[in-house]
Nanobody
Framework: QVQLVESGGRLVQAGASLRLSCAASGLTFRSYTVGWFRQAPGKEREFVAAISWKDLNPYYSDSVKGRLTISRDNAAHMVYLQMNSLKPEDTAVYYC????????????????WGQGTQVTVSA
Protein backbone atom coordinates (compact mmCIF):
# COMPACT_ATOMS: atom_id res chain seq x y z
CA GLN A 1 0.00 0.00 0.00
CA VAL A 2 1.43 3.33 -1.10
CA GLN A 3 1.67 5.93 1.59
CA LEU A 4 2.82 9.53 1.28
CA VAL A 5 3.13 11.65 4.40
CA GLU A 6 3.82 15.37 4.25
CA SER A 7 5.26 17.44 7.07
CA GLY A 8 6.80 20.82 7.73
CA GLY A 9 3.91 23.16 7.15
CA ARG A 10 3.22 25.93 9.66
CA LEU A 11 2.43 29.61 10.09
CA VAL A 12 5.20 31.96 9.02
CA GLN A 13 5.60 35.62 8.13
CA ALA A 14 6.07 36.88 4.60
CA GLY A 15 9.67 36.57 3.49
CA ALA A 16 10.36 33.53 5.66
CA SER A 17 11.52 30.11 4.54
CA LEU A 18 10.11 26.63 5.09
CA ARG A 19 11.09 23.14 4.08
CA LEU A 20 8.33 20.66 3.42
CA SER A 21 9.06 16.95 3.50
CA CYS A 22 7.29 14.01 1.91
CA ALA A 23 7.99 10.50 3.17
CA ALA A 24 7.05 7.71 0.78
CA SER A 25 6.53 4.02 1.41
CA GLY A 26 4.97 1.06 -0.34
CA LEU A 27 6.33 1.84 -3.80
CA THR A 28 9.49 1.48 -5.84
CA PHE A 29 10.40 5.04 -5.01
CA ARG A 30 13.22 5.47 -7.50
CA SER A 31 10.76 4.71 -10.33
CA TYR A 32 8.25 7.40 -9.44
CA THR A 33 8.10 11.07 -10.26
CA VAL A 34 7.05 13.00 -7.18
CA GLY A 35 5.20 16.26 -7.37
CA TRP A 36 3.99 18.95 -5.03
CA PHE A 37 0.60 20.54 -5.50
CA ARG A 38 -1.27 23.09 -3.43
CA GLN A 39 -4.84 24.10 -2.87
CA ALA A 40 -5.96 27.37 -1.37
CA PRO A 41 -9.48 27.87 0.01
CA GLY A 42 -11.98 28.27 -2.80
CA LYS A 43 -9.42 27.46 -5.49
CA GLU A 44 -8.55 24.43 -7.55
CA ARG A 45 -5.55 22.28 -6.79
CA GLU A 46 -2.56 23.59 -8.70
CA PHE A 47 0.81 22.22 -9.68
CA VAL A 48 3.79 23.59 -7.78
CA ALA A 49 6.83 21.45 -8.57
CA ALA A 50 7.86 17.95 -9.59
CA ILE A 51 11.04 15.96 -9.86
CA SER A 52 11.40 13.26 -12.45
CA TRP A 53 12.43 9.73 -11.50
CA LYS A 54 14.24 9.22 -14.77
CA ASP A 55 16.62 12.17 -15.08
CA LEU A 56 16.00 13.94 -11.74
CA ASN A 57 15.07 17.11 -13.61
CA PRO A 58 12.92 19.54 -11.61
CA TYR A 59 9.84 21.26 -12.98
CA TYR A 60 8.21 24.35 -11.48
CA SER A 61 5.15 26.46 -11.98
CA ASP A 62 5.88 30.01 -13.07
CA SER A 63 4.48 31.37 -9.82
CA VAL A 64 7.14 29.66 -7.69
CA LYS A 65 10.11 29.47 -10.04
CA GLY A 66 13.19 30.96 -8.40
CA ARG A 67 11.76 30.75 -4.88
CA LEU A 68 11.08 27.04 -4.42
CA THR A 69 13.42 24.12 -4.90
CA ILE A 70 12.41 20.48 -5.10
CA SER A 71 14.83 17.67 -4.32
CA ARG A 72 14.72 13.96 -3.60
CA ASP A 73 16.69 11.39 -1.65
CA ASN A 74 16.02 8.02 -3.23
CA ALA A 75 17.85 6.13 -0.49
CA ALA A 76 15.64 7.66 2.18
CA HIS A 77 12.44 7.66 0.08
CA MET A 78 12.05 11.38 0.72
CA VAL A 79 11.18 14.42 -1.35
CA TYR A 80 11.70 17.96 -0.11
CA LEU A 81 10.33 21.32 -1.09
CA GLN A 82 12.49 24.22 0.04
CA MET A 83 10.38 27.35 0.06
CA ASN A 84 12.08 30.75 0.25
CA SER A 85 10.78 34.31 0.15
CA LEU A 86 7.30 33.12 1.02
CA LYS A 87 4.35 35.32 0.12
CA PRO A 88 0.80 35.45 1.50
CA GLU A 89 -0.41 34.03 -1.82
CA ASP A 90 1.58 30.87 -1.08
CA THR A 91 -0.91 30.08 1.69
CA ALA A 92 -2.47 26.70 0.93
CA VAL A 93 -2.54 23.04 1.81
CA TYR A 94 0.45 21.42 0.14
CA TYR A 95 0.19 17.85 -1.11
CA CYS A 96 2.81 15.50 -2.42
CA UNK A 97 1.89 12.94 -5.02
CA UNK A 98 3.57 10.09 -6.89
CA UNK A 99 3.37 9.27 -10.59
CA UNK A 100 4.92 6.48 -12.67
CA UNK A 101 5.27 8.92 -15.58
CA UNK A 102 8.66 10.35 -16.41
CA UNK A 103 7.39 13.86 -15.71
CA UNK A 104 3.98 15.46 -15.53
CA UNK A 105 2.36 18.59 -14.14
CA UNK A 106 -1.14 17.19 -14.57
CA UNK A 107 -2.66 16.07 -11.27
CA UNK A 108 -4.53 13.37 -13.19
CA UNK A 109 -1.18 11.78 -13.93
CA UNK A 110 -0.55 11.07 -10.24
CA UNK A 111 -1.76 7.84 -8.69
CA UNK A 112 -1.10 8.40 -5.03
CA TRP A 113 -1.56 11.41 -2.78
CA GLY A 114 -0.72 12.41 0.74
CA GLN A 115 -3.09 14.07 3.20
CA GLY A 116 -1.45 17.48 2.91
CA THR A 117 0.28 19.94 5.19
CA GLN A 118 -0.94 23.49 5.84
CA VAL A 119 1.28 26.42 5.00
CA THR A 120 0.07 29.83 6.12
CA VAL A 121 1.99 32.98 5.28
CA SER A 122 0.98 36.13 7.09
CA ALA A 123 1.55 39.58 5.62
Amino acid sequence: QVQLVESGGRLVQAGASLRLSCAASGLTFRSYTVGWFRQAPGKEREFVAAISWKDLNPYYSDSVKGRLTISRDNAAHMVYLQMNSLKPEDTAVYYCAASPRIATMDPLGYDSWGQGTQVTVSA
